[in-house]
């Protein structure tokens, strides 16, 4: 079973176009060639749709890097179950 | 003439006046909310969504509460500004931006910007961490003249300041064309340091002009 780095690395590797993206935990913005505002709604709706989770605004807010995006996915997901 | 004017933070009372400022600031001296051509929306759309992003209460960004003084005479508002650090939590303001458009907006008007997104970018300058952004002035005008642009920008600074004490510049980003505010910026200690002018006729149609001028003020 994939892990949610794994999951959100297929969502960005696909979107941006990246075959070869290797994403770490402490990746963002800064370091992520391609993410970017314009490409950001796009990222997070991809893992909005690969797990059949929403995101808020408020929840989106603090995302500042991989790490903090793979907690609140496990978040969503954890709700689910 | 100052004297009866109340400089204060913005609360959520606040925002029916703050979206009006911002929609008067976007328009500058023409008639366009380049929010509305480049997402498709109209400008009660776009009054509805600003509001809601300001009630959520997110700071640092141009839809931020919390970024917002308020000017006030005999209990009116005299006038808002806002301005916040960039990059304060880590997040930059464009991130921020658009994780609220995409949360209140529908998948077609961020589709619609992305066509267009290549074009606004011809005249935009990147928000540089770690500096104070002034966005979306606006007094009305029965109190213009009274020096209440240059008591918000004051309080903006001294209320940063405190904040965050090794930040020395602000910057402001305009539109050319909007020669009031450039110049009522330059009185407020501000000067020219860049200039993007796009070529793409559509620029017009988002923006009312093709120029774009970033402003910076030491602290």
């Given amino acids: 079973m994939a892990t949610t780095l794994e999951i959100i690395n297929e969502v960005f590797s696909n979107l941006l176009n990246k075959p070869d993206l290797k994403l770490t935990l402490t990746d963002s913005p800064d370091s992520v060639t391609g993410w970017d505002s314009l490409t950001h709604p796009e990222l997070i709706s991809g893992i909005e749709e690969k797990l059949d989770i929403e995101f808020s605004f408020k929840e989106l807010a603090s995302i500042k890097d991989i790490a903090y995006l793979i907690e609140l996915t496990n978040s969503k997901l954890n709700t689910l179950k | ?219």
């Fill in chain 2, 1 to 219: 003439m100052s004297e009866d004017i109340l400089i204060r933070k913005a609360i959520k009372t606040d925002i029916d006046f703050i979206v009006e400022s911002i929609v008067q600031a976007e328009k500058g001296m023409g008639n366009t909310i380049s929010y509305c051509t480049l997402f498709d929306i109209t400008e009660k759309e776009f009054r509805d969504v600003a509001g809601k992003i300001l009630d959520e209460g997110i700071s640092n960004f141009e839809f931020s509460l919390d970024s917002f003084m308020i000017a006030e005479s005999g209990g009116k508002p005299a006038g808002a500004y806002g301005a916040w650090l960039e990059g304060a939590d880590g997040i930059s303001s464009g991130l921020l931006k658009m994780s609220a458009l995409r949360s209140f907006l529908k998948k077609d008007n961020i589709i619609h910007y992305k066509s267009l997104a290549g074009i606004a970018n011809e005249i935009s300058f990147n928000r540089q961490a770690g500096t104070m952004q002034y966005e979306s002035i606006y007094i009305p005008e029965a109190f213009r003249g009274r020096n209440i642009g240059s008591m918000l920008v004051e309080a903006l600074s001294n209320n940063l300041r405190i904040q965050y004490p090794r930040v020395d510049e602000a910057f402001v980003q305009l539109m050319k064309h909007n020669t009031v505010s450039l110049q009522a910026h330059v009185k407020y200690g501000f000067k020219i340091v860049d200039q993007k002018t796009g070529t793409n006729t559509l620029l017009f149609k988002v923006y009312s002009g093709n120029s774009r001028v970033l402003m910076k003020k030491p602290l």
